[in-house]
């Protein structure tokens, strides 16, 4: 795992907004299991395939034509580390869906580079989960998942998988990259759901 700076934080009384066992910090910090891809946007694409009637993908240029939203949210990493008000600018995963009728219950994010994570449908819909571009009023830098990244706010960071492809919905549920080799499956930050046991 790549460690880039913002491991320096402080602590918060605002319990309300910090789980437990976390720090506050300032900074954005970086971690990735391997190196970043950088894929040119006429390259890229969002895709939602698996147990769906046919799959659907959106060009960057039709992502950019969906309705988008400016929103205010907290963020918080399993190595302890939360940042507080971070601005991001995205889609909503409900628009993506909404287009993709299925019953599937559950999804695999895929990205560029082979990473992978699993989270129930249910945690990506009813405005919970976006298709980020924008942080801070600027253009998604690679480092923190650009082109676009997944963001799953209630759920640990690396749940919102960067460099984000695709959706595969499942009837059934399958690990991800770090599920497999022993991170918690959900990822509660509120009940510090870190590995697997907890």
């Known amino acids: 795992m790549a460690v880039t700076r913002g491991f320096v934080g402080r602590r918060t009384a605002d319990s309300s907004r910090v789980p437990p066992g976390q720090y506050v910090t ?38 950019q034509a969906l309705p988008r939203e400016t929103f205010t949210v907290d963020i918080h990493c399993v190595t302890k580390w939360t940042r507080l008000d ?6 909503s995963l409900d628009t993506f869906l909404d287009a993709v009728p299925a019953q599937a219950a559950y999804a695999l994010a895929f990205s560029d580079g082979g990473y992978t994570t699993n989270i129930p449908v249910a945690d990506l819909s009813g ?12 253009p998604l830098d690679p480092e923190h998942g650009g082109p676009a990244r997944l963001l799953v706010p ?26 497999m080799f022993g991170y918690h499956n959900y990822g509660d930050p509120w009940k510090e759901q870190r590995y697997y046991g907890d």
């Open 86 to 91: 971070m601005v991001w600018s995205g889609v």
């Open 154 to 179: 209630h759920l640990y960071f690396w749940k919102s998988a960067k460099w984000i492809r695709g959706l595969e919905l499942r009837t059934t549920d399958q690990p991800g990259f770090w599920e």
């Open 127 to 138: 405005r919970k989960a976006w298709i980020v571009d924008e942080y801070d009023g600027r």
């Open 26 to 63: 300032r900074e954005f910090p970086v971690l990735s299991a391997g190196p970043t891809p950088y894929t040119p946007l006429d390259a890229w694409d969002f895709t939602i395939r698996g147990a769906v009637d046919k799959p659907v993908s959106w060009s960057w240029t039709e992502f």
